[in-house]
């Protein structure tokens, strides 16, 4: 934060608006790492709260786990919060602020999923979607207007892979931890369905119909 403003101060004594946009571009970027960094401090410090130093097996609970405190969960949230305002494409910083605010949700996802056979089988199977669970080379052969075709398409297109989306690390329970994963994997099935572009109106739509989908789903006790 302290690193933002800085910059905000040095960009009112600036001449130039251009010399204004680059100083403040450069300080916005320097605070994302100012939160990423925090976040990899958090995995040390969180060994530490648990007073098991840097033993992981007491104190992860899945592979990319970094333990954090109240505390910590509270800076990571303001400052993801802060930094994707100011870059809505720092799809990390996007992530984080889900991952260290949305517990309640992920936990009513989780309960529903329980509730309906195929949700129930979800958790149950994990499964995952990533260039090793998928057989590009057979969606690439199918049909135009498939959506198996069309979801390689739209991956080529925006230059992402299945394997783009940031692993879980701040959420502490191995299951919702595997329910906010699979909500993000499954986020580019949504973006080929509606036919949305990653640019920031796609990305607003498609964020909207997965608020609207899941909102009837809670309702109505199914998993979409």
């Avoid at 990571?76 to 889900?98: F, W």
């Avoid at 199918?142 to 979801?151: I, V």
Wanted: glycine fraction near 8%; aromatic fraction near 8%.
């Amino acid at each position: 934060m302290e690193t933002l403003l800085r910059g905000v101060r040095a960009a009112l004594h600036c001449g130039s608006a251009q010399k204004c946009k680059t100083l403040l571009f450069d300080r916005r970027r320097l605070f994302s790492a100012d939160v990423i960094r925090l976040s990899l401090h958090s995995e040390h410090a969180g060994f530490a709260a648990a007073g098991h130093g840097d033993d992981e097996r007491y104190c992860r609970l899945y592979r990319t786990h970094i333990p954090t405190t109240p505390v910590q969960k509270a800076l990571l949230a303001v400052g993801s919060g802060v930094a994707a305002l100011l870059d809505p494409y720092r799809h990390d910083m996007v992530a984080v602020l889900g991952e260290t605010t949305g517990e309640l949700a992920l936990r009513r996802l989780r309960d529903r999923m329980r509730g309906d056979p195929e949700g129930y089988q979800i958790l149950q199977e994990r499964p995952r979607i990533r260039v090793s669970t998928l057989d590009l080379g057979r969606l690439g052969a199918m049909p135009d207007g498939s959506f198996g075709r069309e979801y390689l398409r739209f991956l080529e297109e925006n230059g992402v892979t299945p394997d783009s989306r940031a692993d879980v690390k701040f959420v502490d329970d191995e299951e919702l931890a595997f329910v906010i994963q699979r909500y993000r994997e499954v986020h580019d099935f949504m973006h080929t369905l509606l036919g949305m572009p990653t640019n920031m109106l796609g990305e607003v739509v498609v964020k909207w119909f997965e608020a609207v989908t899941c909102s009837l789903s809670l309702s109505q006790g199914r998993w979409w």
